[in-house]
DNA sequence: ATGGTCGCGCTGCGA
């Protein structure tokens, strides 16, 4: 079974990459980030046409999460329970005996500010709702893109970005705190290239220097870490006309 | 050089 998730940054503009990359890496399960839609404008249609049926919870203008699979969508939430939000961030479903959660977490815009004091107090509902979530799955993959790199590892220049925003201590801290539910940092759990990033700024040529950050995250319950196979950053569509500003991010696991 | 680029939607905000 393959997984991934992709900020798209416009669902609107990025219809046809996600096609396009659909098609070509034929995962059974995609998370989307940034859909930047109504669920009114949600293109269905064109997703059902190629093969997936999906869920949706969106807004205007920002935010907006949905989650694409091959096989039925079952046992769908949209919010952190007790955390209720009009910013659409979440959304957790069943496809056979995989639990999904597809995040959107907080940017937090600069440390110290409002928008960081909710990022943290989010992460915090977060791993609540996590530990909730373990107990009643075997299988369970949190997926999306997280806002912090978990390390000076899966940062282009750790000095630069010391103690800033994705990159600060707490923030770091609050995804330890997921890890520490037993969930793993796919990625790390095999030998990857230095300098593999998932998030670069469209600013300043940043993509072609490869100054980036590894944002975009697929943490693994035990059961499917036991299981992957391969999990990697599919930088390809970043260097496609008119991007994301993120690449997807893809795992793969062995079936029981 | 204290900026820079996108997307949304129409003025500046969010990332």
Redesign the pocket.
Known sequence: MKIASWNV??????LPQVLDWLAQAQPDVLGLQ?T??TDEKFPTDAIREAGYEVVHAGQ????GVAVLAKAPITDCAFDIPGFEDPQRRVVAATIGGLRLINLYV????AVGSD?YDYKLAWLEHLRGWLRDELGRHERVAVVGDF?IAPGDDDVHDPAEWHEQILCSTPERQALAGLLALGFTDSFREFDQPEKTFSWW????NNFKRNRGLRIDLILTSPALTHALETSVVDAEPRAWE?P??HAPVVAEFATP
Do not use: A, F, H, Q
């Open positions: 940054n416009s669902l609107n503009v990025r940034e930047k839609l205007k203008t920002y935010n907080p940017n937090g815009k928008k806002n700024d469209y600013r300043m008119r994301s500003d």
